[in-house]
């Protein structure tokens, strides 16, 4: 026999984001499984009828563990997790721990729109060339492995998308990271801050690079630091792709 295993990302709030492969997912689903928050964020509709394992305090081990283990028993279930699950989320932990279970455990990962894209429409425009995305948490990775990557992006011109910029317990990292890109970047680069992109709370702000007020930051705040290119049109940040400067002379 085997049981299916859905990896399914949610986008970044708002159901209309939500897309409808997600959506089929979730409903094919006889068992729910993820962190309380990411299971507050499915439709109430979707949820009708359904066990759900909802792992308030379970760490990301544990809840993988837990959803494999529904899954082996011939439960078809879906693990829920915000934006992409593949973007800083479950779908590699589920992978790695049910590598043995590959012959009879199918495992499928549906896509959600990440944070990044959905910060970028409300930003405007500032991810039209190369980009690179950090995260700014030290917690699974040394402090010097991310600075190195800061420095190499800054360096390379790329414009730089900053995930996880801030939590209660880590609130140095991303004044650190601001003064490595300052380095090498012009004090008035555009930095857009979105916080809590299509959810009620959404906020969005544009500073320059030497005017960026941290306090503003929170856990669900996504960061765009503009390349050499990047400007103002309007409000909005737009990162110029080329087509003007090559074809209108
Ligand atoms: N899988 C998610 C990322 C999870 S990591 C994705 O694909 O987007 C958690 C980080 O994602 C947060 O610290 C924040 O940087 C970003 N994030 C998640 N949801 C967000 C939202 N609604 N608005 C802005 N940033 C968000």
Redesign the pocket.
């Given at each position: 026999m085997s049981s299916s295993l859905k990896i399914v990302?949610l986008g970044?709030?708002d159901s209309a984001l939500l897309t409808p492969q997600a959506q089929k997912a979730i409903a094919d689903a006889d068992v729910i499984v993820g962190y309380t928050l990411y299971v507050d964020l499915v439709p109430e509709a979707l949820k009708e009828g359904k066990e759900i394992i909802s792992t308030g305090m379970m760490g990301e081990i544990t809840r993988c563990e837990k959803a494999i283990e529904v899954a082996l028993s011939g439960k078809d279930t879906a693990v829920v997790?915000?934006?992409?699950?593949g973007?800083?989320?479950m779908s590699g932990l589920v992978y790695e721990l049910a590598e043995k279970h590959l012959d009879t455990l199918e495992i499928e990962v549906i896509a959600?729109i990440?944070?990044?894209s959905?910060?970028s429409a409300l930003l405007g425009a500032p991810l039209m060339h190369d980009f690179a995305v950090i995260s700014l948490s030290d917690l699974l990775t040394e402090w010097d492995v991310i600075e190195k990557r800061l420095k190499a992006a800054a360096e390379a011109d790329f414009v730089i998308v900053l995930?996880?910029?801030k939590s209660k317990r880590r609130d140095w990292q991303l004044g650190k990271a601001l003064e490595i890109v300052g380095t090498v970047r012009s004090a008035d680069t555009p930095v857009g801050l979105?916080?809590?992109?299509?959810?009620k709370e959404q906020k969005t702000l544009v500073f320059s690079l030497n005017s960026f007020d941290i306090d503003e930051v929170d856990?669900?705040?996504?960061i765009i630091i503009g390349n050499s290119t990047t400007r103002m049109i309007g409000e909005k940040i737009v990162t110029p792709r080329g087509y003007l400067k090559k074809y209108r002379k």
């Open positions: 990302g970044p709030g997790c915000s934006g992409d699950p973007i800083y989320a959600g990440p944070a990044l959905a910060s995930y996880n910029p979105v916080k809590s992109a299509y959810r856990m669900l705040s996504t």
